[in-house]
């Protein structure tokens, strides 16, 4: 199965200030026809995951520009440009080119 | 509007099978590209996929449980049902279903159920 590891493992960021998250997989997610299978989800406290990109970089429907996401073959990275209060929870990276599905464990995202 | 909601027991023995069914609405697996994914949550730890069934059949599991799983759609009532043998107290989690809709979100799972929380004890 594919690894994916994530760094740091928690974070504490000021409202308004910018946030970055890593995701490295133990293999390549690129397809051979273009596409990249790397998503990212937030679980907030005492709720089930939410989509927030897909394909490295695609928004999911509703999800604030704040979220960006960048990356190739194994590195990626998620940033939010003005954190507010309602981001805090822990980010998930995925990978979806092998299945099943694996998770990376995880950045827990506290607000200060 | 698509919405999932895991069922099933809260509470099972060792050794037992668990059945968990996930009645969805706002969409069919009858539809071409739809599917329909579980994934676990043990308690303070990170996600984990167990298996999936696609519109067409198809179906995945984790490597790890495969021979404990099976995943089966019910087309007509808007479910599906996914059985582990041989239930463990490593296996307490909590359960989620969710909902792959194709390209529509790069094959990734969209929409999520709320979960339900089994716990594996005598």
């Known amino acids: 199965d594919i690894v994916l590891t994530q760094t740091p493992l928690s974070l504490s960021v000021t409202p308004g200030q910018s946030a970055s998250f890593s995701c490295k997989s133990s293999?390549?997610?690129?397809?051979?026809?273009?596409?990249?299978?790397l998503y990212w989800y937030l679980q907030k406290p005492g709720q089930s995951p939410q989509l927030l990109l897909f394909?490295?970089?695609s928004r999911f429907s509703g999800v604030p520009d704040r979220f960006s996401g960048s990356g190739s073959g194994t590195n990626f990275t998620l940033k939010i440009s003005r954190v507010e209060a309602e981001d805090l929870g822990i980010y998930y990276c995925?990978?979806?080119?092998?299945?099943?599905?694996?998770f990376g464990q995880g950045t827990k995202l506290e607000i200060k | 509007q698509v919405t999932l909601r895991e069922s099933g027991p809260a509470l099972v023995k060792p050794t037992q099978t668990l059945t968990l069914t996930c009645s969805f609405s706002?969409?069919?697996?009858?539809?071409?590209?739809?599917?329909v994914t579980w994934i676990r949550q043990p308690p303070g730890k990170p996600l984990e996929c167990l298996a999936r069934?696609?519109?067409?059949?198809?179906?995945y599991y984790s490597t790890s449980l495969k021979t404990r799983l099976t995943i089966s759609k019910d087309t007509s009532r808007n479910q599906v049902v996914l059985t582990m043998t041989n239930m463990d107290p490593m296996d307490t989690a909590t359960y989620y279903c969710?909902?792959?809709?194709?390209?529509?979100?790069?094959?990734?799972?969209?929409?999520w159920g709320p979960g339900t929380r089994v716990t594996v004890s005598s």
């Open positions: 394909a490295v970089s």
């Open positions: 293999q390549s997610l690129l397809q051979s026809d273009g596409k990249t299978f």
């Open positions: 969710a909902r792959i809709s194709g390209p529509n979100s790069g094959w990734g799972p969209d929409y």
């Open positions: 069934i696609d519109w067409n059949d198809d179906k």
């Open positions: 995925m990978q979806g080119i092998h299945l099943p599905y694996t």
């Open positions: 706002g969409f069919s697996l009858s539809t071409n590209q739809m599917c």
